[in-house]
C-alpha cells in the first residue's frame, strides 16, 4: 500500500498489503507467530469468525497507517506484511488464553498477556526512538488497538479484564 497512489484510487490495498511481504524472513516470522497463535485462536473463535477478524483487524491497521503516513507527507511510503493482523491474533490469544505460558526464545517462561504488554512496550519505543526504520510499528500498534475494539464491540469482551485473570 502506498499512500499517494490510495488517494488516486488504490483503495484495494487497505486489504492487499497484508499478502504481500518484503523478503522471506519478513513472511517467515509472520507465519510463524500466525500459526503459533492463530491456531489457537481459529479453534475458539471458529474459522468465519477468524476470518472476519483477521481481515478487519488488519485492514484497520492498514488504513490507521494510511491516515498517519498520509498525515505526515508521506506519501510514497510502501506498507507491506501482515503484522498488524498479527500483532490482532497475539493480542486475541492473550485474551482467550491468559494463563497460557509462552517461552521466549525457547528458554524464558512469560504469561501470554506479559508477552502482549512486551510487545507493545517494544513497538511503542520502536516506534520514537526509531521512526524511520523501515518498519511500521504503528501498524503493529494499530493491530493491537482494532483487535482491542473488535473484542469490545464484537463480544462485549473488556480485554483488560481478560488479561489481567489469573
Known amino acids: 500500500m502506498i499512500p499517494g497512489l490510495v488517494v488516486?484510487?488504490?483503495?484495494w490495498t487497505f486489504?492487499?498489503?497484508m499478502f504481500v511481504h518484503g523478503g522471506i524472513t519478513h513472511i517467515l516470522f509472520n507465519m510463524l507467530a500466525l500459526f503459533i497463535f492463530?491456531?489457537?485462536?481459529?479453534?475458539?473463535?471458529g474459522s468465519r469468525e477468524f476470518l472476519l477478524f483477521y481481515i478487519v483487524t488488519g485492514t484497520l491497521a492498514g488504513v490507521f497507517s494510511f491516515i498517519s503516513y498520509y498525515l505526515t507527507g508521506s506519501y510514497m511510503v510502501i506498507l507491506m506484511g501482515a503484522?498488524?493482523?498479527v500483532f490482532a491474533v497475539?493480542?486475541?490469544y492473550a485474551v482467550f488464553f491468559p494463563d497460557s505460558i509462552i517461552y521466549l526464545w525457547g528458554i524464558l517462561p512469560l504469561r501470554a498477556p506479559i508477552m502482549v504488554l512486551g510487545f507493545t512496550a517494544l513497538e511503542l519505543?520502536?516506534?520514537i526512538l526509531r521512526p524511520n526504520s523501515g518498519v511500521a510499528h504503528l501498524t503493529h500498534l494499530a493491530g493491537f488497538g482494532f483487535a482491542w475494539l473488535y473484542f469490545v464491540v464484537r463480544f462485549g469482551?473488556?480485554?483488560w479484564k481478560r488479561l489481567r485473570m489469573r
Open 15 to 17: 486489504v492487499t498489503y
Open 83 to 85: 503484522s498488524g493482523a
Open 90 to 92: 497475539n493480542l486475541a
Open 8 to 11: 488516486k484510487g488504490w483503495v
Open 38 to 45: 492463530g491456531v489457537h485462536v481459529e479453534r475458539y473463535m
Open 157 to 159: 469482551i473488556n480485554p
Open 125 to 127: 519505543f520502536s516506534s
